[in-house]
């Protein structure tokens, strides 16, 4: 198998040097092969798993979940419900996090409708925002 050095790995994975390292240092990703001349040598089981990595990130599941996704994924005798489970959580964290934005968005628009938006020094968002009890 001819030789790949992290840049080439990054490149082909669209995973940055930096972030291939840190997978390798948290253990998610299996260390490469070192070649005489110190160089790290990777397969392309490697860039496969990049791309997996990356993806997993995409749809917001933690290290944590990635790893647990990537060894299900390694594992020829997994249970699919396992995998099911996980992206329900994810979907259920998605969940609170649009309610929590929902929420915000509320509190932003009141604290623009509050707002002349004119030339005056007075401001009800910065009033608003130094108010002690402000929940």
């Known amino acids: 198998s001819r030789n790949m050095k992290i840049g080439e790995l990054a490149n082909l994975s669209d995973v940055p ?10 253990g998610i ?3 490469p092969q070192r070649l ?3 160089y790290r040598d990777y397969s ?5 798993e990049l791309i997996f990595l990356r993806q997993s990130r995409q749809f917001g599941f933690t290290l944590h979940e990635c790893r647990q996704l990537l ?25 609170e996090q649009i309610k ?6 509320g509190l932003l628009s009141n604290l623009l409708s509050h707002c002349a938006a004119d030339e005056s020094p007075d401001c009800a968002i910065i009033d608003s ?5 402000h929940e």
């Open 17 to 26: 040097v930096k972030s291939i390292r840190y997978y390798e240092a948290e």
């Open 29 to 31: 990703l299996a260390s």
């Open 36 to 38: 005489e001349n110190g």
């Open 44 to 48: 392309k089981t490697a860039v496969a």
């Open 71 to 95: 060894q299900l994924w390694r594992d020829p005798n997994r249970r699919s419900a396992e995998v099911h489970q996980l992206v329900i959580q994810r979907q259920r964290q998605v969940e």
């Open 100 to 105: 929590d934005l929902t929420s915000m968005h």
């Open 129 to 133: 925002l130094a108010e002690k009890n």
